[in-house]
């Protein structure tokens, strides 16, 4: 048994310590968050492998099998052919987001199951601040399972190529019920706004893909979070993963360029168009290349800022989807 | 509206005053009015279904009260969430730890949830630790703990911030005889040497203590809030758990409920 409860002098109760909260105190809460989450992860080393060995199956088996079956023409960001194996890369990353989004958003049906979501939420911060950090600390683990992938995928010989330049890409061709009224813009525009030090360029494309990692997580995040305050029980959650994960998946670019698409089934191809899932990949895509994709970088910070606001909103106690049917805490 | 001087030394720790609440059709809360004065040891009494939970999600805004007003220490709820959950620790009915983590490692967690990081949250952690006689075990993984012990650290946790009311909600179910008297011990030392406003949920009428506050919670419905010696003069009744069949005009065992 511990010492005495009277081994400190230090009292419970100070109410003069009680202000308003400060960017101290935010921050405070913020690197919490995040910390419990990848800690939470790095416990969870069978997670860390399934997490890892699902994409690499993908990418040792699958990948290898479609090699000659898949043909990629030159397209943009690649500047010349590249290997199915290269092309399937980016998608294999989003894969690992989308995976990662999911897993979180299983976890807090179980934690709101349980009842253990409710000590987040009684938090004095502000409900906004407390989900969005927390999608960030998913952001975070998602961050440790891609580069581990990338490093296996490094002795495969799928490394980014030395990046001189920093590139915008714009290239936006309107969907086509939009086409006659907005017109089409499909030619592509590039331009280089940085010079990259000789010393970085063989490793730039590790650095230019963080950022579009970040925000296509915090987009599938967001998305996970919400379809975590409608989904009522951990069992319906497994039906709407089979609704969400692998049309998502299926229906992008990850696995075929999107004109391969086209050539098959227009209408497929539209609605690949209309995914926003296609959008992450190829910001992550063009990222790995030291492109900013402007037109993929607008559409996914978009969506993700709807999913956050209806995440928040249905977490909300007083206007939420969560409230009307029992609370978050429902688990007692 | 001026907020009534929160924190004054008059101002209760806890005030709920004519809250209802309902899901869907369904009434829980009707017109609920209770205090728990600083200082005071406040049992709820009442049986499964009577509403208790239902209460403390409220008094914890995971739910919104929709009609009344609660305060802590002074500070809406509602209207002033920050300052009222600053002020407010909470044991709920079902475990809410993280067994893949260590007892410091949780409790740095919650300290991190109220905005205390860095040395500051440490020095907590080791005195909240001390405070429920767990202070060897800051390294343990939570899931190695007995559930009296868990539960002793769920109370640590919810003084890491140092708040005025603690709200613990049936903490001794599942517990056995020893644990459960060892909770009930250490949450009542807290409640005289701290002056915390302490509202302790159950339906076990050996819970209750004759220096309590009672309040009788039933069908969404208070029935009685006092003292204990009020609460058998006013039922006319010589146990409490008479007294509490008397006002609720329920016959079956409470601690079967």
């Given amino acids: 048994m511990g010492a005495a409860a009277t081994t400190t002098s230090a009292p419970i109760l100070d109410e003069t310590a009680h202000s308003a909260l400060t960017t101290g105190n935010y921050w405070a809460c913020f690197k919490g968050i995040v910390w419990r989450e990848v800690l939470r992860f790095l416990h969870q080393t069978e997670r860390f492998f399934s997490a890892l060995v699902r994409p690499l199956v993908w990418l040792f088996i699958f990948a290898a099998g479609f090699r000659n079956v898949l043909g990629v023409s030159i397209i943009p960001p690649y500047e010349t052919y590249v290997l199915y194996e290269e092309y399937v890369t980016p998608g294999l990353v989003g894969m690992i987001l989308l995976f990662n989004a999911m897993q979180s958003s299983l976890s807090m049906v179980y934690d709101r199951e349980t009842g253990t979501m409710r000590t987040l939420l009684v938090s004095p911060f502000p409900r906004w601040f407390l989900l969005l950090s927390k999608l960030l600390g998913g952001v975070a683990v998602a961050l440790l399972q891609v580069f581990a992938f990338l490093a296996v995928a490094y002795f495969w010989n799928i490394q980014p190529p030395p990046i001189t330049e920093l590139k915008l890409f714009t290239a936006f061709e309107a969907p086509a019920v939009l086409s006659p009224v907005i017109g089409s813009v499909t030619e592509p525009i590039v331009y280089a706004f940085v010079h990259v030090p000789a010393a970085l360029q063989p490793y730039m494309g590790y650095i230019t893909i963080i950022p579009a990692l970040v925000v296509a997580g915090l987009m599938l995040g967001s998305l996970a979070l919400f379809m975590s305050s409608v989904i009522k029980q951990l069992e319906n959650f497994a039906g709407v993963m089979n609704f969400v994960i692998f049309p998502m998946f299926f229906a992008s670019s990850a696995l075929y360029p999107l004109w391969r698409i086209r050539e098959n089934s227009p209408l497929l191809y539209e609605i690949c168009r209309f995914n926003p899932f296609s959008y992450c990949i190829e910001l992550i895509r063009f990222g790995f290349y030291g492109y900013v994709d402007v037109v993929s970088l607008i559409i996914v910070s978009l969506c993700a800022i709807a999913f956050l606001g209806a995440a928040v909103y249905a977490y909300n106690p007083s206007k939420g989807l969560i409230g009307r049917r029992g609370g978050p805490g429902a688990g007692a | ?257």
């Avoid at chain 2, 949450?187 to 339906?203: C, D, F, I, M, P």
Wanted: net charge neutral; glycine share 8%; aromatic share 4%.
């Fill in chain 2, 1 to 257: 509206m001026i907020e009534p001087s929160p924190n004054a030394s008059g101002t209760a720790a806890l005030s709920v005053d004519g809250v209802s609440h309902s899901f869907g059709s369904h009434l829980v809360l009707d017109n609920a009015s209770l205090q728990v004065p600083r200082g005071k040891f406040a049992v709820l009494l009442g049986l499964n279904g009577a509403g208790k939970s239902t209460l403390f999600a409220l008094v914890t805004r995971l739910y919104d009260n929709v009609t009344g007003e609660i305060k802590i220490l002074g500070f809406d709820v509602r209207r002033r969430p920050t300052e009222a959950l600053q002020r407010l620790g909470v044991c709920f009915q079902s475990r809410a730890i993280d067994p893949d983590l260590s007892l410091t490692q949780n409790l740095l967690y919650h300290a991190a949830l109220h905005g205390i990081g860095g040395k500051d949250a440490k020095v907590r952690a080791q005195v909240a630790l001390e405070k429920v006689e767990m202070s060897d075990r800051g390294s343990s993984k939570v899931r190695t703990l007995s559930g009296g012990q868990a539960r002793r650290v769920e109370i640590a946790r919810s003084l890491m911030h140092r708040p005025g009311l603690l709200l613990l909600d049936e903490p001794t179910v599942g517990l056995d005889i020893g644990s459960r008297e060892s909770v009930i011990n250490i949450v009542r030392s807290l409640v005289a040497k701290e002056n915390l406003g302490v509202l302790w949920a159950t339906h076990l009428f050996d819970e209750v203590a004759p220096s309590d506050h009672v309040v009788v919670l039933h069908k969404g419905r208070v029935l009685f809030t006092g003292s204990v010696p009020e609460l058998l003069t006013d039922s006319k009744a010589t146990t409490i758990s008479d007294a509490f069949r008397v006002l609720t005009g329920t016959t079956a065992s409470l601690e079967a409920a």
